[in-house]
């Protein structure tokens, strides 16, 4: 494996990581498209749905 592939895949595991602990750490959620977001902001940024719930809140 060169180099450069070998950051390449690094950068992209460690995206991958960042992404999944942003979903853990999520506050809200979508109910329409199950999106999950640190921050409310009414409408979905995803789909534009204004069914954005706390995540701690069940049905
Ligand atoms: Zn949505």
Do not use: H, L, W
């Not at 180099?3 to 329409?32: D, P």
Request: charged share 30%; glycine share 6%; net charge negative.
């Amino acid at each position: 494996m060169g180099f450069f592939e070998k950051i390449g895949r690094e950068v992209e595991q460690f995206k991958q990581t960042a992404q999944e602990s942003a979903e853990e750490n999520a506050s809200y959620r979508c109910r329409t498209c199950e999106s999950r977001f640190n921050i409310y902001d009414e409408e979905c940024p995803d789909c534009g749905a204004n069914n954005v719930v706390p995540m701690n809140t069940e049905e």
